[in-house]
DNA sequence: TCATTAAATTGTT
DNA sequence: AACAATTTAATGA
């Protein structure tokens, strides 16, 4: 018998770009100490302020990073569309989670052990070289999102949200075409539906994007991260 | 294969 | 927030 589950989450590893540089031992590891669950929408993936003691994926669905200061009142720092991995900061500087990660719609995750990151940390450069580049990338599109929030309009908004959503190096996964429906932006964005719909509408008329019935087509990546207007 | 229905999503106000 | 229109998926004739 083959869980569907767990075979996403197999597919989530074998299709991540340091997968192909394990040993073979490593892989083995990897694969005997990896965990598998679903989270229901609205599901919390991994909570604030607890102890951190696994690397995670997204191997199917949709979740967001978030940082809940007070009752409710969540600002989205970053959309994690399948083929993402997170939590390498708090896991290498062994600190509390810093946000909060709830689940879009149902999302399959897979967890790592920390013994298992540590394990490929010390034995594997490409897994390092992987995760300089992965942390570099953040950081880069971080201090982006933090002027975007300040300068832009919801419109730049949305396509900040976007680009980072299709970025090739932290979603190797996402093909150009991604299941998502405008209330899903709206969630990502911290704009009602109805504004992201707008938005979406302006960024087509733009020919940056294309809209269909429940998923949003990238046209012109380059363009969508430097969309202000 | 086609018709009907319910549910999800979208466009507009 | 509410409403109508559209798309999709599921069901059964």
Redesign the pocket.
């Given at each position: 018998m083959t869980n569907p589950i767990l075979s996403t989450g197999l597919q989530l590893v074998q299709t991540s770009t340091w997968w192909g540089a394990l040993a073979a031992s490593q892989q083995s590891l990897v694969v005997e100490t990896m965990r598998v669950k679903q989270v229901e929408t609205d599901g919390v993936i991994c909570q604030k302020n607890e102890v951190v003691d696994a690397w995670v994926g997204i191997a199917s669905g949709l979740a967001k990073i978030a940082s809940s200061s007070f009752e409710g009142k969540g600002v989205t720092l970053s959309g994690l569309p399948p083929g993402s991995w997170f939590g390498e900061g708090s896991l290498l500087k062994s600190e509390l989670r810093r946000y909060e990660v709830i689940a879009l719609r149902q999302t399959v995750v897979v967890t790592l052990p920390k013994s298992t990151f540590d394990h490929l940390l010390d034995h594997s450069i490409p897994f390092n070289r992987f995760l300089l580049a992965q942390i570099n990338e953040r950081l880069g599109l971080f201090i982006g999102t933090v002027e975007t929030d300040r300068l832009l309009g919801p419109e730049g908004r949305v396509a900040r949200a976007l680009s980072q959503l299709f970025n090739p190096l932290l979603s190797p996964g996402v093909k150009p075409t991604l299941e998502i429906?405008?209330?899903e932006v709206g969630l990502l964005t911290g704009l009602?539906?109805?504004r992201a719909?707008?938005a979406?509408?302006t960024l087509e008329k733009a020919g940056l994007v294309r809209?269909?019935?429940?998923?949003i087509t990238v046209l012109n990546l380059q363009e969508l991260g430097r969309f202000e207007g």
């Open positions: 429906s405008q209330s009602s539906r109805q719909n707008q979406l509408q809209i269909e019935y429940g998923s």
